[in-house]
């Protein structure tokens, strides 16, 4: 063998064996690179996630009286007035409710849906006393209803400040998961 020869044949082993090891380089940048992008991808899906929860609990405060029902107060006595505005209140509230629903993390939930378990139960009861007043109006029944009735506009109240409050814990929770 000439000298020539050998030292093409060695440039070439070492050209092939370079491009072994940059392809291998290549390979692994490759791979840590993908892994990097996913985790991107990742990152930005919970944030546009979260972005979304943000704006529509925002929205939800911005919006807060427009989900206030509309009643007629024409031809009806006062008390007749502030009964429907107790209902409707507790109401309105709950489909605020409804619609946070979705947006609010589970643990913030757990006192509303109590709140509006015991405010539907009392409205079963003052619905079932309000019949049987209609039959018999006797002095203790009226009694039961009006502690009935107070009784119901505590967890109204409650269950309307529980709704606001949690929504602006979720709004914060939510602001500082951002940062």
């Known amino acids: 063998m000439d000298i020539n020869s050998s030292t093409t044949t060695i440039f070439l082993t070492s050209a092939v ?4 090891v940059t392809s291998l380089a290549n390979i ?13 991808e990742k990152k930005k899906r919970v944030n546009e996630l979260t972005t979304y929860r943000y704006t529509q609990l925002f929205d939800m405060l911005l919006k807060w009286k427009e989900y206030d029902a509309t009643f007629e107060t024409k031809d009806r006595s006062p008390s ?6 107790i209902l409707n209140s507790f109401f309105d509230s709950h489909r605020r409710f409804e619609i946070i629903s979705p947006l609010i993390d589970e643990y913030y939930k757990k006192d509303i849906v109590y709140l509006y378990q015991q405010g539907d139960n009392l409205i079963s009861e003052l619905t079932a006393i309000e019949r049987e007043l ?4 006797s002095p203790k029944l009226k009694e039961r209803y009006g502690k009935l009735v107070e009784e119901f506009i505590n967890v109204s109240v409650k269950y309307t400040t ?18």
């Open 134 to 137: 209609k039959r018999n109006s």
């Open 17 to 20: 064996m370079a491009s072994l």
């Open 80 to 85: 007749q007035i502030a009964t429907d505005r």
């Open 162 to 179: 529980e709704i606001e409050k949690v929504t602006h814990l979720q709004l914060e929770q939510l602001l500082k998961s951002c940062m």
């Open 28 to 40: 692994t940048i490759a791979i840590f690179n993908n892994y990097r992008l996913k985790s991107i």
